[in-house]
Nanobody, 114 residues
Framework: QVQLVESGGGLVQPGGSLRLSCAAS????????MSWYRQAPGKQRELVAS???????NYADSVKGRFTISRDNAKNTVYLQMNSLKPEDTAVYYC????????WGQGTQVTVSS
């Protein structure tokens, strides 16, 4: 059974930082491209950042220079370090694994507010 379990979300003030984690099980993690998506209320889900199995990264323009995606294949975990958070970063953040099939986590809420 494939599971992607996100953690690390919460409430943070503008300018603060959070680190999201996504622990995968039931897949050969190193074979998968991993991504973080987010969905704000009333908006479509959007790609935030992705990392290939070779370690190449890609970011949405809105988060470039503030967010960093990384992966630890030994721990079957992908991370999203989020710095200089803004209120517009408020959303549910989802982990995504993609290879021959696509899997999604259940999401973790990130709220940026004073």
């Amino acid at each position: 059974q494939v599971q992607l379990v996100e953690s690390g979300g919460g409430l943070v003030q503008p300018g603060g930082s959070l680190r999201l984690s996504c622990a995968a099980s039931g897949i050969i993690f190193s074979a998968y491209a991993m991504s973080w998506y987010r969905q704000a209320p009333g908006k479509q889900r959007e790609l935030v950042a992705s990392i290939t199995r070779g370690g190449s990264t890609n970011y949405a323009d809105s988060v470039k220079g503030r967010f960093t995606i990384s992966r630890d294949n030994a721990k079957n975990t992908v991370y999203l370090q989020m710095n200089s958070l803004k209120p517009e970063d408020t959303a549910v953040y989802y982990c995504n694994a993609d290879f021959l099939r696509t899997y999604w986590g259940q999401g973790t809420q990130v709220t940026v507010s004073s």
